[in-house]
């Protein structure tokens, strides 16, 4: 049974669900927010209901956006005729930290897991074949596809999957991986950006 009055037990449960918060850091964030000024915690408030109501995904590459396309599709000094495929929006910024990579990027929103029923159909793998293989008559065609997936056992599966179906639906386009020297086992927003700028700078063709 909770002691606390039960608008403050919803945020201590409701914190409690955010990744890496335990029990004791929900209690201890809700209090920081009781105590913390009127402006600052519904600022809070409103920042969690402004990103849910306009932020949705790129038509082009499923980035987060705030419009129909998102930041990097509209930017024109980007390489539209090179591809990077990640899993997740967030694999975006350590491979922007970098500085190595100029081009765009196709995020598929997860990776094959047949044990957890995550199937090709699942993730935007289907988009990704359109994209290189039938763009849209107005698209600058695409030269390179960069497989940016984690170096986990499922990220390798999904780029080995993609490789496979790019050499069979577009065979004039270069596939390449990401070079070695990635921990493996890690998500790529873990790896430090001098290692993931050598393995984007280094990466290899796949044959
Ligand atoms: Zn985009």
Do not use: W
Not at 19 to 40: C, K, M, N, V, Y
Not at 137 to 145: K, L
């Amino acid at each position: 049974m909770s002691s606390f009055a039960p608008p403050v037990q919803r945020l201590i449960t409701e914190l409690g669900k955010l990744p890496g918060i335990g029990g004791r850091t929900a209690q201890r964030l809700a209090f920081h927010l009781l105590r913390a000024s009127e402006e600052d915690a519904l600022g809070l408030a409103e920042a969690i209901r402004e990103v849910k109501e306009r932020i949705g995904l790129c038509e082009v590459c499923f980035n987060l956006a705030d419009g129909p396309r998102c930041r990097i599709c509209t930017d024109e000094r980007r390489d539209a005729g090179l591809v990077c495929v990640i899993e997740e929006p967030s694999d975006i910024i350590p491979i922007e930290r970098t500085h190595e990579y100029q081009g765009r990027y196709h995020v598929l929103g997860g990776a094959l897991s047949p044990i957890d029923g995550i199937d090709p159909e699942d993730i935007k793998i289907a988009e990704l074949l359109t994209r290189v293989a039938n763009p849209a008559p107005d698209a600058v065609p695409i030269r390179e596809v960069v497989l940016a997936t984690n170096p986990t056992t499922t990220g390798e599966a999904t780029a080995l999957h993609i490789a496979e179906q790019l050499r069979e639906r577009a065979p004039s386009v270069t596939v390449t991986r990401l070079a070695s020297g990635l921990p493996v086992g890690a998500d790529l927003e873990y790896a430090d950006e001098l290692t993931l700028g050598r393995a984007m700078s280094g990466r290899r063709t796949l044959s």
